[in-house]
């Protein structure tokens, strides 16, 4: 393992810098025109809330590659909260990363992470788990391969002829990814915790893509739950199976949060440079984050600029108050 690499930063005009600013810190805002696409939609979404004694804040910022080539924000992000029979609160956190390429892929993160929630929702009120392990995840993830597909397919049908249907219900789903397609992952922390909050229980879900999520201590650092794309040279890869495609198997990881951790779940903008924490992202976050209690506070850490960060970047962050 590498040492964790420090760098100082700097506060410009209100927003932190790492390293050296060319190319990440002037972005200069452009409403999105390329033909096809939406014309607009929020460049910066975020969330506060309280969940029992836990705090929830998270983000999703349009990156300056997304400026420069007048591209609207393709990252989105759910989050939900059920209470069972049994008491238990939970809550669920749901990350996407709508595909660049495809000309809808903001509608479709949009709708896989909604449907998410709700669908691990209505899992856990049914089934009332004493244990996240009581339920089956990998059908939970397979359940949403279909939704996407179901997404893509009835979507397809209402741009042809009713004559044309039979023709859409055939094709490859590969036929769709030129207009839809998202990364998807997900967690479900279990908010109140009979061990007087000690520990609660987790669940990590990676039903397709590229993010990344970690457990973050202000003492003990980062401890990887998994990693984004790893960037072995000098241009990382762009290239993963997205949804509607159904991979071959899911990345589940289990897991318990002590008190004063942070969970955080992150699409690839972040995650590929946090990496395993050990870099200077990773130092930025770990210094600034887990003291972090206000909304604002939190997005001016998040839109940090760092070379060739310059990605859509989403993160969800969850700890103990």
Request: net charge negative; aromatic share 8%.
């Amino acid at each position: 393992m590498n040492e964790v690499v420090k760098r100082p930063e700097s506060l410009i005009n209100g927003r932190y810098v790492i390293g050296t600013p060319a190319g990440t810190f002037e972005e200069k805002p452009r409403i999105a025109q390329q033909p096809g696409k939406m014309s607009h939609r929020s460049d910066w979404s975020a969330d506060i809330s309280h969940v029992g004694d836990m705090l929830v804040m998270s983000a999703s910022i349009r990156g300056a590659m997304h400026y420069g080539l007048r591209t609207i924000r393709q990252d989105s992000y759910a989050i939900g909260v059920e209470i069972d029979s049994n008491d238990n609160t939970w809550l669920i956190a749901a990350i996407t990363d709508g595909v660049s390429s495809a000309t809808q892929s903001h509608t479709f993160a949009d709708y896989m992470a909604r449907q998410t929630v709700t669908l691990v929702g209505e899992e856990l009120i049914s089934t009332n788990p004493k244990t996240l392990h009581n339920i089956e995840w990998s059908k939970i993830s397979r359940c949403l391969v279909e939704i996407s597909e179901e997404f893509c397919r009835n979507a397809a049908k209402r741009t042809v002829s009713e004559d044309k249907t039979d023709e859409i219900e055939k094709a490859s789903l590969k036929d769709f990814i030129n207009k839809w397609a998202t990364t998807l992952e997900f967690a479900v922390i279990q908010a109140n915790s009979k061990e007087q909050v000690t520990k609660r229980e987790y669940v990590h879900v990676a039903v397709a893509g590229d993010g990344a999520a970690y457990i973050l201590s202000k003492i003990k650092g980062w401890e990887v739950i998994k990693t984004a794309k790893k960037q072995t040279g000098a241009i990382a890869t762009n290239a993963v199976l997205s949804l509607p495609l159904s991979p071959n198997d899911f990345v589940i990881n289990f897991g318990y949060l002590r008190k004063n951790d942070c969970f955080i779940l992150t699409t690839d903008g972040l995650g590929d440079f946090i990496d395993d924490g050990k870099t200077a992202l990773g130092d930025f976050f770990q210094r600034k984050l887990p003291k972090c209690e206000s909304l604002v506070s939190f997005l001016q850490i998040v839109d940090v600029s760092l070379y060739q960060a310059d990605d859509d970047r989403t993160i969800i962050m969850i700890k103990g108050t």
